[in-house]
């Protein structure tokens, strides 16, 4: 079975300019999530969609970051423009049920803004 | 909001030695999930725990759950080379909340 698929692995950008992160879930789940893990922490949770609708997305700066999800299935997070401070790992991942199911991680995208 | 505290943040170990992290919720859980992410790599689920006082083992591994249902533990006998990494624990309130990570403990083992 495969797992989660994120693209790119690495992006590195000059600020203010544009970034679109890939994720591919596992096939049949539902839930996908988007979290932001800044180095020594664990990952904060940017949005969740239940299908193709997001159901939680009061963590995601909506200014500059946006999601969407289309027919479901796969989705993109775009950062635009992006700051020095975006600079992190973009994890993805998915899960079967809702808010609190095993969650199974992608291998993540990891941004550096200069 | 939940808050998830998690200690220690970094042990280091002698190998064949001993190691515990603890994790404790502001809010009762629903569940307490444990995940590994190695270093440069993502993080992984090992477990679940549901039920208060609940007890699970895995090998060398044993994960409990507070009865108040709102901290937890891992305990891992006799540390190997393989278990090193970050050890991180996520809470869930319930329903439709989300699931708060703590700030992980990061297990290093000396050969």
């Known amino acids: 079975e495969a797992g989660v698929v994120q693209s790119p692995r690495y992006k590195i950008i000059e600020k203010k300019q544009p970034v679109a992160f890939w994720c591919n879930p596992i096939?049949?789940?539902?839930?996908l999530y988007w979290y932001l893990q800044n180095l020594g922490q664990g990952p904060e949770l940017l949005i969740r969609y239940e299908n193709e609708e997001a159901v939680d997305d009061s963590q995601l700066p909506k200014d500059r970051f946006s999601a969407e999800r289309l027919k479901g299935v796969d989705s993109t997070l775009k950062i635009q423009p992006a700051e020095l401070g975006d600079s992190a790992v973009y994890l993805c991942?998915?899960?079967?049920?809702?808010?609190?199911?095993?969650?199974?991680f992608g291998e993540g995208s990891r941004l550096t803004v200069l | 909001g939940q808050q998830v505290m998690q200690i220690p943040q970094y042990q280091h170990v002698q190998e064949g030695e001993d190691f515990t992290t603890y994790c404790n919720s502001s809010t009762t859980l629903s569940n307490i999930q444990w995940y590994k992410q190695r270093p440069g790599g993502h993080p992984v689920f090992l477990i679940q725990l549901v039920k208060s006082g609940e007890v699970k083992k895995q090998k060398r591994l044993t994960f409990q759950f507070g009865e108040a249902k709102k901290n937890s533990s891992l305990h891992i006998t006799a540390t190997q080379t393989t278990d090193v990494g970050t050890y991180f624990c996520a809470g869930h309130p319930g329903g439709y909340q989300k699931v708060t990570f703590g700030i992980g403990t990061k297990l290093q083992v000396i050969p």
């Open positions: 096939s049949g789940h539902n839930t």
């Open positions: 991942a998915s899960s079967w049920t809702g808010a609190g199911g095993e969650l199974f």
